[in-house]
Each structure stands twice: as structure tokens, then as C-alpha cells.
């Protein structure tokens, strides 16, 4: 996992170069025939990395897109319509049937169909009519990095794309070097800081959403740590009455208009004393860790994660497990 | 909490009385001018209701249905391109910016609005084309119980009025009935299976997801129990990695071609020696619970839900927790 998620910047950047030719020929065909919305299709670590998607085509394109519920088609055998929606699917290996039924059913149906996968000889590559290779090279840990970050610029490429926005396809240039910037952030007060906890609660808004459950999934796979993700709205509307003294809280403030509610969010965290971990822009006074910067503060997050599985590896050592390879679970997993 | 659930039947009768003339109005609406998909604006219990409205919308008119970010419209301000969709709210006070503020913006942008709302004074009342109240009554427990019911009802009332859906409107018309026999179902098994348990997972699929859910957002407010959701696909896909011996499980096992799989997956828990609480059809031999059954399979997760929140407040009190008032949490929550 460390091995693997270290080479993450060298695949993006391999990613970005050899990407060039299709993310221009999807630009012509996305600018020239427009879909009215998305519907992602993915499951785990890639459908966080879809939800990163979505928000990014409500936030530049201005467009609402759709994490689909595979089962209306993988178990109900549902028609569902599509024709107006650019379909997009995610996913390391490509072989899971519950993505590539509804792909199937969209092919001739939807807008347009994309994977963007790392099997480009995958079964779900041959039923889209668009394949972007993520570029991530074998991956052998269960526990993605590598692939899950090839995702998110993947994403990032697209929707740069679709909407001729040169700034983010600058930024997603200079990404390798922020990248290598933030693995040698220090994070291991989060190390000392989650050694003993049993359940914790990562929080984000934004792009930071599909951070937060991001890592609530490595904590579970890789030091069995029961974390769940939710946004700073979504965890006043109930969840936050398990908050007491003491109660572990991961929260990423990345900068942008949401930034100040999150501090507000983790002061009155700290007033209940939650040992609270706070993630934020180098300028905050009372941030624990650095959230990295990058280029285009859309991308932050890429970085954010980097730093994420470095510092959730070394706990999962120190707690005794074996990162790469969690209970239970296989590299390829196989649902409907 | 426990009146209120009781109340429920009632609640839901007079809702489907009452609201008669606006479901026709909506119904002649929209099989007019059919919108493409809907996008749903809510928090906590009410978006899982609108989750629930989500999947109605794909398994019975073939239509994506999207849960909207909020963020997007409260903290980025960005316009988001809904002409073709139908915006639907749902709340039960209709006082949080963050529902006010999206439905303002698509008062005229959408293909039409509609709020699903208890409060039908409310400022969120005021801006949306169509009010369909949920005739609930005045809600005073912290955790909703009636006015999450009447949600799920006004959903299905809605799709079934989109969709010419005779059958689920007749459903509906049986449903107080069929919820006063799940109010009397014996769940104190889940009793003493969770008096100990200090984080759950409960389990889903389609229909039963939005009802796992809700179920763990009760447990979290409640009985201070960690608990959280997931689909049976999502849950092997990592979380999985979680469950050893003992661990506890609620399972939803509703009849439907979704069942066999949720069958094997409580089997292959137990074969882990996981502590699982199965609710599944009374046909079932190794069911726990049963799980009841209505005129309309789309409806069972309501006369579900009915049971569960009867369960949950006996839990609550069991452990010493007072249901009405969870710590840290008020009434109206407004968020944005």
C-alpha cells in the first residue's frame, strides 16, 4: 500500500500525458453535443471517486449529476432513461457485473458512455463507447490508492474537458509536484491522536465529502476502525448527538466558501471536547494538520487523500494489522 | 416518541383523504408535461425519504431521481441547469436555508417544484409551485417518527399520481390497516440482541437502503449505538472487513428479486459468527423478525420502519436514554 501509493504522483502525470489525444476527442464531442446532466455508475472507493465527479459537474459545468442505484437494473431488470445523460462509470479492475449490466443497457441508450478504468481490456471497456485509461499500472494492495487518485484525475480531466476549462487542466499539470509536496507533510499527530480509537467520524463539505468517505473506508479496511463519513450540515441532523467528551473527529477544512463554517464546526467540537483532528490551510491557527494546496483549489483534495493513505498505513502497522491485506476482503470484488 | 409512532396509521390515512384533489392536480400536471428526471432537496430523515422517492422514481417510472448537494446552491451559489427536472423538498418544519435557498433558485428554472412539507406555512411553503402537506400533525419528539412515515407515503402518492400507478394508490388506501398489524409484531428479539451493542450495521438493498438508513440515524439518536447503513453490494466492497464474531447486524430482507441475495449474505454473517438480526417474510424459516407485508411490495419498508421505531423507542429507554431528547440535538435544525 505505501509502495503503491507513493507511485501515485508519477501516475498522474503519466495519466495526463498519454491521456492528451482522448480527453481532446471527448472536449469535441461533449462541447458539440452537450449531455443535460450525469449519471455515474461505480461501487467503493470508486464510487467516492464518482461523487467527486458529480459534485465537479454541478460545481463547473453547472450540470446535476447522478450516482445511480445499480440494483434497479442489476435485480429489478429496470428500464431506466438515460437519453439525455452522459453515462460515466469507474472502476479499477472492470470485471464487477453490477457495473457492467447498467453500461451494457446504456450504450445504445444513454447521451454518451465513458469508463474511465485501468483494465482497458476489461469487460466493462468493451461495453462503453469511450474508454480513459486510468494509467495506475497493476495495483496488488486491496486497499486502493493509487487507482482511487487516477480516478479523481480522471474525473478532473473529464469534466476540464467537457468544459474547456483551461485553468483546471493546468492545474492538473502541475498536480505530480503538489502531490510529492504533500507525502512528506507531517501527519503523524492523527497517528498518536487515533492509535486508541475504535470509531470515528470524518468530516467534509464539498469536494470534502468524498474525502471524508474516502478515508471512513481505509479506517475500516486497513485498522478496522469503525469511521463514518458526513458532511458538517448533514451531521447536526442527528449524528452529532454521539459526540462527548473525548469522541474522535477527523475534519477537512479545505479552503473555499465553505471553509469558515467548518472552523466554526470544529470550535464548537473542541467546546464539547471531541478530540478533534482538524485539517486545514497552513494559515489556520488552530489547524492540527496541513491541508495541502495545489494549483486549483478543486485538486486539493487529491493531495489531501495522498497524505491521507500515508499516515493511515503507518497506523494500520502500528496497530498490529496488515494494510495490504484487510480481512475478508478480496482485490477484485465481484457483486450484482 | 412512542405516541407519536402510534399516531402514525392515522396520520396516514388522513393524508391520503385529504390530499386527494392535489394528487389529481399533480398527476393531470405532470402526465402532461413529463419532466425528464427529478432532483431532491432534504437532510437527515427527510433525505431518506427523499432516497426512498429516488428509487420509486427509477423502479416505476424508469427516471433518474437525484439527491442534490446542497452546498452547491447554499455555499458555492452556483446556478445548476434543472429545466428538465422535476425539484421536489421534503421537510417537516420547512425552516432550513439549505432547502429554502435551492428551491427558491428553481421556482422558475425547474420544470416544476414541489415540497413534501408538514409546516405548509412554512417559508419553504411559500417558495415551491405545489404544496402537498403531510398532514402529520404537530411533531414534538427530537427523532421523527410520523412525519418520516408521512415522507415515504406523500412519495408514493406522488410517483403513483406521475405514473397513473392505480395499483400503489390502492395500496396506499390499505395501508393504515396494514400498519396497525406491523405496530403489533413482536420485535423485542432485536432487544436483547442490542442491549450491548455499541456499533451496528444495518443492511439494505433498493428499497430497503432509504429504510436502513433511517434506521441507523434512530439508533445513533436514541441509544447513542454507532450504527450505520449500507447495501448489501456496497458492504463487501470494504466494510465488510469489519464483521467478526459477535459483531451485531440488522438485516432487511424484503421479498422482491433483491431477497435471495440478502438471504445468502445473512447466511455467509452467520457462518461468521456475526450476531444477526434477520427480518425477512414470514415464509422465511431463518428469519428473527418478521418483516411485514402490505398490498404493494414498494410499501413494505413503511410498515417496516413503523415496527422499527416501536422497537428503537423500547431500546432507548431500556439502556437509560431518554427517545424524546437526545443530547445535542433540537427540533429544527437549520443548517445551510
Redesign the interface.
Known sequence: MYKEAMEAPEVVARQIENNRAIMQTLGREFQANDP??L?TVA???S?HAAQYL??LA??LL?????S?????IT??Q?????E??LAVAISQSGESP?LIEPMKSFKEKAHSSVALVNAVDSPLARVVKWVVPLQAGEEKSVAATKSFIASLTASASLIASMGKLRELQNGLLELPENMKKAQDLDWSKAISKFSKA??IMVVG??LG?PLALEAA?KF??TC?I?A?AF?S??I?????????KGYPLLIFANRG??LA?LLVFAKEMRA?KAQVVLVAPKEVREKDLIFPETDHPELDVICAIQAFYLMVEELSQELGHNPDR????SKV?R??
Open positions: 443535460y446532466s449519471v461501487r467503493g472507493s464510487d458529480n459534485y454541478g460545481l453547472g450540470k446535476l449529476s447522478t445511480l442505484s445499480l440494483s434497479l435485480i429489478y429496470k428500464a431506466i432513461n438515460v439525455r445523460s453490477d475504535k470509531r463539505r464539498g465529502l473506508l475500516k479496511e478496522s469503525q463514518e458532511s450540515a448533514e447536526k441532523h442527528g449524528p452529532q448527538t454521539l459526540i462527548q466558501p465553505g463554517d464539547r484487510p480481512k475478508n476482503l470484488t457483486t450484482k
